[in-house]
């Protein structure tokens, strides 16, 4: 009766310690990045210290990462589309453990700043995780001018110094369809002059 009470007991612990694992990859709060918060009146505590993987480089790992679209400075409307193209890093999907050096995946950071190599990048509002291992994702951005960051990581979410980032702003719907049926109108105005020329 005891034996099997104690195994129970073992089994309950490791089941609700093997759920906090997994739920703290996917946990949104302040305190996210693997770890259970010990003090919740230190939310920032938790990422207060990188997430050392012996076998992994982060500040100075080989590769590249750069936006492909958009453009720095360039002017978008919605949904706003981000390709990537990556260098010497192959794309997987995340993991929950034993991440590999050479391979992680993407992120969209916007107006966050990019992460320190070797911390954990957060699940908050404005880090986007491309966490299938893609090199393209679609956003809808409220209007304004955003900094973005691109920034790569591995596996659990610990991030490479691999980074680019640039600057765009997103128009209103309403401005950019005026500019399209401004020029729409001249195009029509300038064929029709020059089919009426032909007529004549």
């Known amino acids: 009766m005891t034996r099997t ?3 129970r007991r073992y089994l309950a612990v490791s089941g609700s310690l093997g759920l906090t694992a997994v739920a703290g990859c996917a946990d949104s709060g302040p305190g996210s990045g693997g770890m259970e918060d010990e003090d919740e009146s230190n939310p920032d505590d938790a990422n207060s210290d990188p997430e050392t993987v012996d076998e992994i480089d982060h500040e100075n790992p080989e590769g590249s990462v750069e936006f492909v679209q958009p453009e720095d400075g360039a002017e978008v409307t919605n949904p706003v589309a981000f390709e990537a ?3 010497g890093l192959e794309l997987e999907p995340a993991e929950e453990e034993d991440p590999e050096d050479g391979t992680g995946h993407l992120h969209v950071i ?3 700043g990019c992460v320190e190599p070797g911390y954990v990048i957060p699940q908050d509002e404005g880090y986007h ?5 893609e090199s393209e994702i679609e956003l809808d951005l409220e209007p304004g001018e955003y900094d973005l960051c691109l920034q790569a990581s591995d596996g659990i979410h610990n991030a490479y110094g691999l980074t680019d980032e640039s600057t765009i702003e997103v128009l209103e719907e309403d401005d950019s369809e005026s500019e399209n049926e401004s020029e729409n109108e001249s195009a029509d105005d300038e064929n029709g002059d020059t089919n009426g020329n032909d007529t004549e």
């Open 5 to 7: 009470t104690t195994r």
């Open 129 to 133: 995780h491309l966490g299938d291992g």
């Open 110 to 112: 916007v107006d966050q």
């Open 85 to 87: 193209e990556v260098e």
